[in-house]
Antibody, heavy 122, light 109 residues
Framework: QVQLQESGPGLVKPSQTLSLTCTVS??????????WSWVRQRSGKGLEWIGN???????YYNPSLKSRVTFSVDTSKSQFSLNLRSVTDADTALYFC??????????????WGQGTLVTVSS | SYVLTQPPSVSVAPGQTARISCGGN??????VHWYQQRPGQAPVLVLY???DRPSGIPERFSGSNSGNTATLTISRVEDGDEADYYC????????????FGGGTKLTVL
């Protein structure tokens, strides 16, 4: 059973870069049929997809965040990472990493990390 | 961008049937997935491809999708079903954008 674990600083200053890493265990990050995603949730709000990355390095981003986001993947470490630049307090949220499964009819998220809270504050 | 509209809240007594809607323009031509999120926990996939249940999800959870509305139906509701529920679609293979509905809080009375 695949497991995902987020890691990274819980506090980031405004205008700086938020960096998180997700470590995948129990399955190969290079396995076919999957990509690897970041989803965030502001306090008391709904889920917001940030984007996903394939083991090949191919990425897709939420258009609303595309100008500030970069994903990377390190298959040797079974890790993928998120960098979000120029953060503001609107980026304060619980950040989840998730496995995005290429279903027969559409992608969905079949495994999730527990989430990590990132607060943007000086 | 595609917009999914869910009612903020649904309330139901134990043992009754809860229906949570997810509205979108011609959503019947899309494939909808559903997640349950209990307080303080990560979301869990409860339905994929409109109506398929992952392993471990009770048969009480079912789904339908037609016209402008997709529906998650929970039969014989239990206290443990109290959670937030989110619908989701994937805009592929075009922009590959994922959209979530705003979420519905299911309260078991």
């Amino acid at each position: 059973q695949v497991q995902l674990q987020e890691s990274g600083p819980g506090l980031v200053k405004p205008s700086q870069t938020l960096s998180l890493t997700c470590t995948v265990s129990g399955d190969s990050i290079s396995g076919g049929g999957y990509s690897w995603s970041w989803v965030r949730q502001r306090s008391g709000k709904g889920l917001e997809w940030i984007g996903n990355i394939y083991a090949s390095g191919k990425t897709y981003y939420n258009p609303s965040l595309k100008s500030r986001v970069t994903f990377s993947v390190d298959t040797s470490k079974s890790q993928f990472s998120l960098n979000l630049r120029s953060v503001t307090d609107a980026d304060t949220a619980l950040y989840f990493c998730a496995r995005q499964s290429e279903g027969d009819y559409g992608d969905h998220f079949d495994s999730w990390g527990q989430g990590t809270l990132v607060t943007v504050s000086s | 961008s595609y917009v999914l509209t869910q009612p903020p809240s649904v309330s139901v007594a134990p043992g009754q049937t809860a229906r949570i809607s997810c509205g979108g323009n011609n959503i019947g031509s899309e494939v909808v997935h559903w997640y349950q999120q209990r307080p303080g926990q990560a979301p869990v996939l409860v339905l994929y491809d409109d109506s398929d249940r992952p392993s471990g999800i009770p048969e009480r959870f079912s789904g339908s999708n037609s016209g402008n509305t997709a529906t998650l139906t929970i039969s014989r509701v239990e206290d443990g079903d109290e959670a937030d529920y989110y619908c989701q679609v994937w805009d592929g293979p075009g922009d590959h954008v994922v959209t979530f509905g705003g979420g519905t809080k299911l309260t078991v009375l």
